[in-house]
């Protein structure tokens, strides 16, 4: 576990920040990552239970608000949200920590392989948070790629694009495990694709195409290996399952 | 709210609860502390389940969550469900019912779950259900039987009446048939009993059986009720005052001499009581494998050693208030170590040049130290010369070399242990172990006191696999009482059980196969070396097992087989279910598909010409083992098998699983889905029942006022049913019911010896004690019986002709008496006397149960990626004392079994550190990973059992990796010689074809 000195519940985002200014300051959605950290230095959790996060709208657009503390499960559980999102939020965490872990906590902790992550990405997600200077919309790839933007922020929220059709597809060691990796793709109302890879770089990727063609950019990806899949095989793999979601969104 | 001590309030199943806590205090933690006993510890960061809770009614694990983060919200656990003495919700009934409840150990978190899906979804689907125990680990069950539980709880929520649990009987498919059973196979890989349900035993009869009131039935378990309304049953479940906590320091170092400890800053730290290391604790050698008199050498073990040999090895322990307390003070001793060169293969390190992990001068009878060989096994039923001719004689000759990897029990309940000294001074220890009595023998010695002076309790077990077969932590436990002279508790973490407990023996397997024109087998040479880890422990005894029930499954005229077992510097290897024989089946039972394949013959024809049958012998059995190493043996000496089923095993599991599919090229291929290839495999085993001529069970028996019993015995239930099992004989011969059998075990001041729970010996070997201390005590009421029937009208009766049923004893004529008024007029009125009994057994039998078991694969050769679809097992376990309890075991057994085939695996960095010693990383099967399952019991009648009863609780871990390697054989054409199956090694393979 980790060793906490100090439990600050704020009741507002303004308490929030200030609490974020103590040294060892940590926020905590729901808490399943960072009290699991077996962290040595004390930290003081800054829970964000009781800022009222947890929605889940229509805004505007057509796009749909993620409350930053809403947990996994509730967005399983919710018919406003895609089906493949609903269905990476199911896969992304087993039920007790999915009725824990939240969609704040899923994008600060950027697990390279989740399968969320990736789908969010197709989906154009954007991150809002808040920092003293005021509220900023961030890219949810740009994100993932320089988390310093994060700095003495709080993710409020993330909005998605919810048209188009989505396909996901991925390996792991068996049908429940989390992916050694993860291929996602989407064809909006645009006929616009996108696609998004997890398990082949620090954190989830989108993949940008060149002339209408992903192949190349994949093949240059050098995936971090590790035991469950060499950089070599998560590369191969990357190159099959991307294939197969193109494909299937058409 | 700021603060640095924090007040909780929490509404705890409906009332409220204010409570001061630590502000890194886990929910766990607290509501153990306010009595909530169901809720318990599996690791640190949520994936097993076992400490899950309901807040605001939605499951969550409250060993992940602050307690602080509960301020202000409802929690509800287990203990709000449970009413009046014999009342059980809904719920629970259905998971009493339905057989769910193996350990028990997470039956809270189940319950609640299945609570918190309900009150949602009152009418679940089977996906729904899995998805909503993701969150739950089970290494027990296979799941198969909770998901049928939250299906009987759903039904009697809407107000309906499930189906009792109760066996499906199938139609025998060979020899003699019994007509008219009511529910009976049809299509090959379907059967009505699976379009019912996965969970329920199939059961196929057999005429030879005689079949009785009790035994046979689908009793529920004895311990059910408590389990299932969350009672503190489990080690850890108390509170003594003044308790202080352990904490270990451990090696990061594989390999490493301690040149100094300094431990002067951590007793400074106020709250610290001890710290023991090897210069103050004495060096005392043993082997921590809990194995009857005399332990087999090396001992090459002491407490606290001046030397570490694996990451992990323990260094130092320390007593101290509170956990974080004994945390810090184990991060305050300074050690200085002197790094050696360290090796983690098994061939390597027997070969030339290795680093020498035993070269301290006190250890004796290690086989070869400088080679770091810990033990040489051989044994062979000809001479080699005559197993030299044999091979020149076969038409072809086969040679693979295979390679199994190192894998971890994973218990839910970690090992936990907590000794105190009592009024008398004695030491008493209370801990999850599955041999209290070897426990209590070997500590004597390491902490100077006579057997005399301990007493273990072992409480209910959370489950152990082999684990616990060991002493672990009960030294340590040991020490420190006896330094502070206070309760001690140490309970293991996750990353300790990975590192610090034991493992399955990795082992590079060589075959050499002759065989002739037919294929039938003329010779098998094999070859082991095995990987021990860094202390010998039960490396003699598995890996003889190895050869063992490797070479009894095929009758050959010639075997041979030569072990060597090696130390290296990784985790240490030890007793895992199964026992060596999962090791020897997968590289034997791979090389049978290949050699059918090259001969271009069916794998079970092959097998079919070779397996052993009724009357054969089990030639290479004594030529290894403990009582081993017999040259020259009579062949009317020789032990021979006294009950097969395999034949019908075989039968229902081809039948079961679609066999005739692997020649199928539409199915085989599915248009629709080019990268995908489907096969199916098979496997077939052999595993023992109890140790012959050492495995001894005792039992006592005692007749109470009111007609019920005390059973007594120190045989030990992980969870496996076999408290419910004894239970189920005892009744069975004194016409009682299951319900009248009060079960206590184990204790060692209380209860009659037992080597423990290992070897498949507890229903054969403890299992005939109980049936003989019934039969004594059945023989005292007949005596009383007949002389209180006899003095009414109708004369005398014959105490031999007494029959006991329905909870009387009966005359022939009719006249009965209750066993209530037998007991009343023993202890009260008539020549009193304690009707009563005490009976041992031992066996120089250990008669082999059979298993077919079946796997249903599709590959995806574009990832490599393998996905089990359904699995069979068939098992031969003699007479099934109880069907749903032995299909619970084989269920588990499958699950357990099928994660060693595709995803576990202890993997090491360069140093020798664990990279996955978290749950998660180590992957086992969750209930949504589960493919559908089939068991089918096939009755015999094992002559030297009770009531016919043989073992069945390890076979099934033999042979579904092989079965899942001859699927993808068979998928594919690819032959892999390692398992586990993981995407990448899968691909590899392909592509190198």
Same mark, same amino acid.
């Given at each position: 576990?980790?060793?906490?000195?100090?439990?600050?519940?704020?009741?507002?985002?303004?308490?929030?920040?200030?609490?974020?200014?103590?040294?060892?300051?940590?926020?905590?959605?729901?808490?399943?990552?960072?009290?699991?950290?077996?962290?040595?230095?004390?930290?003081?959790?800054?829970?964000?239970?009781?800022?009222?996060?947890?929605?889940?709208?229509?805004?505007?657009?057509?796009?749909?608000?993620?409350?930053?503390?809403?947990?996994?499960?509730?967005?399983?559980?919710?018919?406003?949200?895609?089906?493949?999102?609903?269905?990476?939020?199911?896969?992304?965490?087993?039920?007790?920590?999915?009725?824990?872990?939240?969609?704040?906590?899923?994008?600060?902790?950027?697990?390279?392989?989740?399968?969320?992550?990736?789908?969010?990405?197709?989906?154009?997600?954007?991150?809002?948070?808040?920092?003293?200077?005021?509220?900023?919309?961030?890219?949810?790839?740009?994100?993932?790629?320089?988390?310093?933007?994060?700095?003495?922020?709080?993710?409020?929220?993330?909005?998605?694009?919810?048209?188009?059709?989505?396909?996901?597809?991925?390996?792991?060691?068996?049908?429940?495990?989390?992916?050694?990796?993860?291929?996602?793709?989407?064809?909006?109302?645009?006929?616009?694709?996108?696609?998004?890879?997890?398990?082949?770089?620090?954190?989830?990727?989108?993949?940008?195409?060149?002339?209408?063609?992903?192949?190349?950019?994949?093949?240059?990806?050098?995936?971090?290996?590790?035991?469950?899949?060499?950089?070599?095989?998560?590369?191969?793999?990357?190159?099959?399952?991307?294939?197969?979601?193109?494909?299937?969104?058409? | 709210?700021?603060?640095?001590?924090?007040?909780?309030?929490?509404?705890?199943?409906?009332?409220?609860?204010?409570?001061?806590?630590?502000?890194?205090?886990?929910?766990?933690?607290?509501?153990?502390?306010?009595?909530?006993?169901?809720?318990?510890?599996?690791?640190?960061?949520?994936?097993?389940?076992?400490?899950?809770?309901?807040?605001?009614?939605?499951?969550?694990?409250?060993?992940?969550?602050?307690? &602080?983060?509960?301020?202000?919200?409802?929690?509800?656990?287990?203990?709000?469900?449970?009413?009046?003495?014999?009342?059980?919700?809904?719920?629970?009934?259905?998971?009493?019912?339905?057989?769910?409840?193996?350990?028990?150990?997470?039956?809270?978190?189940?319950?609640?779950?299945?609570?918190?899906?309900?009150?949602?979804?009152?009418?679940?689907?089977?996906?729904?259900?899995?998805?909503?125990?993701?969150?739950?680990?089970?290494?027990?069950?296979?799941?198969?039987k909770v998901v049928d539980a939250v299906h009987r709880a759903a039904a009697l929520l809407r107000g309906e009446k499930p189906e009792p649990m109760e066996p499906v009987f199938v139609?025998?498919?060979?020899?003699?048939?019994?007509?008219?059973?009511?529910?009976?196979?049809?299509?090959?890989?379907?059967?009505?009993?699976? *379009?019912?349900?996965?969970?329920?035993?199939?059961?196929?009869?057999?005429?030879?059986?005689?079949?009785?009131?009790?035994?046979?039935?689908?009793?529920?378990?004895?311990?059910?009720?408590?389990?299932?309304?969350?009672?503190?049953?489990?080690?850890?479940?108390?509170?003594?005052?003044?308790?202080?906590?352990?904490?270990?320091?451990?090696?990061?170092?594989?390999?490493?001499?301690?040149?100094?400890?300094?431990?002067?800053?951590?007793?400074?730290?106020?709250?610290?009581?001890?710290?023991?290391?090897?210069?103050?604790?004495?060096?005392?050698?043993?082997?921590?494998?809990?194995?009857?008199?005399?332990?087999?050498?090396?001992?090459?073990?002491?407490?606290?050693?001046?030397?570490?040999?694996? &990451?992990?090895?323990?260094?130092?322990?320390?007593?101290?208030?509170?956990?974080?307390?004994?945390?810090?003070?184990?991060?305050?001793?300074?050690?200085?170590?002197?790094?050696?060169?360290?090796?983690?293969?098994?061939?390597?390190?027997?070969?030339?040049?290795?680093?020498?992990?035993?070269?301290?001068?006190?250890?004796?009878?290690?086989?070869?130290?400088?080679?770091?060989?810990?033990?040489?096994?051989?044994?062979?039923?000809?001479?080699?010369?005559?197993?030299?001719?044999?091979?020149?004689?076969?038409?072809?000759?086969?040679?693979?070399?295979?390679?199994?990897?190192?894998?971890?029990?994973?218990?839910?309940?970690?090992?936990?242990?907590?000794?105190?000294?009592?009024?008398?001074?004695?030491?008493?220890?209370?801990?999850?172990?599955? &041999?209290?009595?070897?426990?209590?023998?070997?500590?004597?010695?390491?902490?100077?006191?006579?057997?005399?002076?301990?007493?273990?309790?072992?409480?209910?077990?959370?489950?152990?696999?082999?684990?616990?077969?060991?002493?672990?932590?009960?030294?340590?436990?040991?020490?420190?009482?006896?330094?502070?002279?206070?309760?001690?508790?140490?309970?293991?973490?996750?990353?300790?059980?990975?590192?610090?407990?034991?493992?399955?023996?990795?082992?590079?397997?060589?075959?050499?196969?002759?065989?002739?024109?037919?294929?039938?087998?003329?010779?098998?040479?094999?070859?082991?070396?095995?990987?021990?880890?860094?202390?010998?422990?039960?490396?003699?005894?598995?890996?003889?097992?190895?050869?063992?029930?490797?070479?009894?499954?095929?009758?050959?005229?010639?075997?041979?087989?030569?072990?060597?077992?090696?130390?290296?510097?990784?985790?240490? %290897?030890?007793?895992?279910?199964?026992?060596?024989?999962?090791?020897?089946?997968?590289?034997?039972?791979?090389?049978?598909?290949?050699?059918?394949?090259?001969?271009?013959?069916?794998?079970?024809?092959?097998?079919? *010409?070779?397996?052993?049958?009724?009357?054969?012998?089990?030639?290479?059995?004594? *030529?290894?083992?403990?009582?081993?190493?017999?040259?020259?043996?009579?062949?009317?000496?020789?032990?021979?098998?006294?009950?097969?089923?395999?034949?019908?095993?075989?039968?229902?599991?081809?039948?079961?699983?679609?066999?005739?599919?692997?020649?199928?090229?539409?199915?085989?291929?599915?248009?629709?889905?080019?990268?995908?290839?489907?096969?199916?495999?098979?496997?077939?085993?052999?595993?023992?029942?109890?140790?012959?001529?050492?495995?001894?069970?005792?039992?006592?028996?005692?007749?109470?006022?009111?007609?019920?019993?005390?059973?007594?015995?120190?045989?030990?239930?992980?969870?496996?049913?076999?408290?419910?099992?004894?239970?189920?004989?005892?009744?069975?011969?004194?016409?009682?019911?299951?319900?009248?059998?009060?079960?206590?075990?184990?204790?060692?001041?209380?209860?009659?010896?037992?080597?423990?729970?290992?070897?498949?010996?507890?229903?054969?070997?403890?299992?005939?004690?109980?049936?003989?201390?019934?039969?004594?005590?059945?023989?005292?009421?007949?005596?009383? %019986?007949?002389?209180?029937?006899?003095?009414?009208?109708?004369?005398?009766?014959?105490?031999?002709?007494?029959?006991?049923?329905?909870?009387?004893?009966?005359?022939?004529?009719?006249?009965?008496?209750?066993?209530?008024?037998?007991?009343?007029?023993?202890?009260?009125?008539?020549?009193?006397?304690?009707?009563?009994?005490?009976?041992?057994?031992?066996?120089?039998?250990?008669?082999?149960?059979?298993?077919?078991?079946?796997?249903?694969?599709?590959?995806?050769?574009?990832?490599?990626?393998?996905?089990?679809?359904?699995?069979?097992?068939?098992?031969?376990?003699?007479?099934?004392?109880?069907?749903?309890?032995?299909?619970?075991?084989?269920?588990?057994?499958?699950?357990?079994?099928?994660?060693?085939?595709?995803?576990?695996?202890?993997?090491?960095?360069?140093?020798?550190?664990?990279?996955?010693?978290?749950?998660?990383?180590?992957?086992?099967?969750?209930?949504?990973?589960?493919?559908?399952?089939?068991?089918?019991?096939?009755?015999?009648?094992?002559?030297?059992?009770?009531?016919?009863?043989?073992?069945?609780?390890?076979?099934?871990?033999?042979?579904?990796?092989?079965?899942?390697?001859?699927?993808?054989?068979?998928?594919?054409?690819?032959?892999?010689?390692?398992?586990?199956?993981?995407?990448?090694?899968?691909?590899?393979?392909?592509?190198?074809?």
């Amino acid at each position: 576990m980790a060793s906490v000195s100090l439990y600050m519940r704020p009741g507002t985002l303004e308490e929030a920040l200030l609490s974020l200014g103590r040294p060892g300051a940590v926020v905590v959605g729901g808490g399943t990552k960072v009290n699991s950290a077996s962290s040595l230095e004390p930290v003081v959790v800054v829970d964000l239970q009781g800022l009222g996060l947890d929605t889940i709208e229509k805004v505007a657009d057509g796009r749909l608000l993620l409350g930053a503390t809403a947990s996994l499960r509730r967005v399983v559980e919710s018919p406003r949200v895609p089906e493949a999102v609903r269905e990476a939020a199911r896969r992304e965490e087993p039920s007790t920590l999915g009725n824990m872990a939240t969609i704040g906590g899923c994008v600060a902790g950027a697990d390279p392989a989740s399968e969320l992550l990736a789908t969010l990405l197709v989906h154009d997600a954007l991150v809002t948070s808040v920092t003293k200077e005021g509220e900023r919309a961030i890219e949810l790839g740009a994100l993932l790629l320089d988390p310093a933007q994060l700095a003495a922020g709080i993710i409020t929220s993330v909005t998605i694009d919810t048209d188009g059709v989505t396909a996901a597809v991925r390996t792991g060691r068996t049908v429940a495990d989390r992916p050694i990796v993860a291929a996602v793709a989407r064809r909006n109302s645009m006929g616009e694709r996108r696609l998004a890879l997890a398990g082949v770089a620090v954190t989830p990727v989108s993949v940008i195409a060149a002339h209408d063609s992903f192949d190349d950019a994949i093949r240059s990806l050098h995936p971090p290996g590790d035991f469950r899949g060499s950089e070599e095989y998560r590369r191969e793999l990357a190159v099959v399952l991307a294939r197969r979601v193109l494909e299937e969104i058409g | 709210m700021e603060t640095t001590n924090v007040d909780v309030e929490i509404v705890l199943n409906g009332k409220r609860l204010q409570a001061g806590c630590a502000p890194g205090e886990t929910l766990l933690s607290l509501l153990r502390r306010n009595g909530c006993f169901s809720v318990r510890y599996g690791s640190e960061t949520g994936e097993t389940g076992a400490a899950a809770v309901l807040l605001d009614g939605r499951l969550v694990s409250s060993d992940v969550l602050l307690a &602080v983060q509960a301020h202000g919200h409802e929690v509800t656990t287990l203990e709000s469900l449970s009413g009046a003495r014999d009342e059980l919700h809904p719920i629970q009934a259905a998971f009493v019912e339905s057989g769910a409840l193996q350990s028990g150990y997470s039956a809270g978190a189940m319950v609640l779950c299945t609570k918190a899906l309900l009150d949602r979804c009152p009418d679940p689907s089977d996906a729904q259900i899995r998805d909503a125990l993701s969150g739950i680990l089970d290494r027990e069950t296979g799941y198969a039987k909770v998901v049928d539980a939250v299906h009987r709880a759903a039904a009697l929520l809407r107000g309906e009446k499930p189906e009792p649990m109760e066996p499906v009987f199938v139609d025998r498919l060979t020899g003699e048939h019994e007509p008219g059973q009511d529910r009976t196979v049809h299509d090959e890989g379907t059967t009505d009993a699976v *379009r019912e349900s996965g969970a329920l035993p199939r059961l196929v009869r057999s005429p030879e059986v005689p079949h009785g009131a009790v035994v046979g039935k689908p009793e529920k378990k004895v311990d059910s009720v408590r389990l299932v309304k969350g009672h503190p049953a489990f080690t850890d479940d108390i509170d003594l005052r003044g308790m202080l906590y352990a904490k270990v320091l451990r090696s990061p170092h594989a390999h490493a001499r301690i040149v100094a400890i300094d431990d002067s800053a951590a007793l400074a730290l106020p709250g610290v009581h001890a710290v023991l290391h090897h210069l103050n604790t004495p060096r005392v050698k043993y082997a921590s494998g809990g194995q009857s008199w005399p332990n087999p050498q090396p001992w090459d073990q002491v407490s606290f050693d001046d030397k570490v040999r694996h &990451v992990g090895d323990r260094v130092a322990a320390v007593a101290a208030e509170t956990p974080g307390i004994a945390d810090e003070a184990c991060r305050r001793i300074e050690v200085t170590y002197e790094v050696l060169p360290a090796v983690f293969d098994e061939v390597e390190a027997i070969s030339p040049g290795a680093p020498v992990i035993h070269d301290e001068p006190d250890t004796l009878g290690i086989y070869d130290a400088p080679r770091n060989v810990s033990h040489h096994i051989e044994g062979q039923t000809v001479t080699d010369a005559q197993l030299e001719e044999a091979f020149g004689r076969a038409e072809r000759v086969f040679e693979e070399t295979f390679h199994v990897h190192q894998v971890q029990h994973t218990p839910i309940e970690p090992h936990v242990a907590i000794g105190w000294l009592d009024e008398d001074d004695r030491l008493v220890l209370r801990s999850s172990t599955q &041999v209290p009595f070897h426990v209590r023998r070997m500590l004597a010695p390491l902490v100077g006191l006579p057997v005399k002076d301990i007493r273990v309790i072992k409480p209910r077990l959370g489950g152990g696999f082999g684990s616990k077969q060991e002493m672990l932590i009960e030294d340590i436990v040991a020490h420190l009482v006896l330094a502070t002279r206070r309760p001690v508790r140490l309970e293991l973490t996750r990353a300790e059980e990975f590192a610090g407990t034991r493992t399955r023996h990795a082992q590079t397997i060589s075959i050499k196969t002759g065989v002739d024109r037919e294929g039938h087998l003329l010779a098998q040479d094999v070859r082991v070396v095995s990987n021990t880890g860094a202390y010998g422990t039960h490396g003699f005894t598995v890996n003889s097992v190895s050869g063992q029930h490797g070479l009894s499954m095929y009758n050959c005229p010639a075997k041979r087989y030569r072990c060597d077992v090696a130390y290296t510097n990784r985790p240490v %290897a030890g007793a895992f279910r199964g026992y060596g024989a999962p090791q020897a089946f997968f590289a034997l039972e791979s090389q049978m598909d290949d050699i059918a394949t090259a001969l271009g013959m069916d794998p079970i024809e092959l097998r079919r *010409r070779n397996w052993v049958r009724s009357g054969d012998p089990l030639d290479i059995v004594p *030529r290894l083992g403990e009582r081993g190493g017999v040259e020259e043996i009579a062949p009317e000496d020789l032990p021979h098998v006294t009950s097969c089923g395999l034949e019908e095993c075989v039968e229902q599991g081809r039948r079961a699983v679609g066999w005739s599919r692997r020649t199928d090229p539409a199915w085989k291929r599915p248009w629709r889905r080019p990268s995908i290839r489907r096969g199916i495999g098979c496997a077939i085993a052999i595993q023992g029942s109890g140790i012959p001529d050492i495995d001894m069970g005792a039992c006592s028996l005692k007749m109470n006022d009111d007609g019920s019993f005390n059973l007594l015995f120190g045989a030990t239930d992980l969870g496996t049913g076999a408290d419910t099992v004894l239970a189920q004989i005892a009744a069975e011969v004194l016409g009682s019911r299951v319900e009248d059998i009060v079960v206590y075990a184990s204790d060692t001041d209380l209860t009659p010896f037992d080597v423990g729970a290992y070897a498949s010996s507890t229903t054969y070997i403890s299992g005939m004690a109980v049936k003989k201390a019934a039969q004594a005590v059945r023989q005292r009421i007949a005596v009383r %019986a007949a002389r209180l029937i006899g003095t009414g009208d109708g004369g005398a009766v014959r105490p031999e002709d007494v029959e006991l049923h329905d909870r009387r004893a009966w005359a022939p004529d009719g006249r009965s008496v209750s066993l209530e008024d037998v007991a009343l007029n023993a202890l009260h009125t008539e020549d009193q006397e304690q009707i009563m009994a005490v009976a041992s057994h031992v066996s120089d039998d250990s008669p082999p149960p059979f298993v077919a078991q079946f796997a249903e694969v599709e590959v995806d050769v574009d990832t490599g990626q393998v996905n089990v679809t359904k699995l069979v097992t068939a098992v031969d376990c003699g007479f099934p004392i109880n069907p749903v309890t032995a299909s619970g075991q084989v269920e588990g057994c499958m699950a357990q079994a099928l994660g060693y085939a595709l995803c576990e695996e202890l993997v090491l960095d360069e140093r020798g550190r664990v990279v996955n010693d978290r749950l998660g990383p180590y992957w086992i099967m969750r209930a949504d990973d589960m493919p559908a399952t089939e068991v089918l019991l096939v009755e015999t009648m094992e002559p030297s059992g009770p009531f016919g009863a043989k073992s069945v609780a390890e076979v099934p871990m033999d042979g579904i990796a092989p079965a899942v390697r001859n699927a993808i054989l068979d998928a594919t054409g690819v032959s892999i010689g390692s398992i586990p199956f993981t995407p990448e090694r899968v691909w590899r393979a392909l592509r190198a074809s």
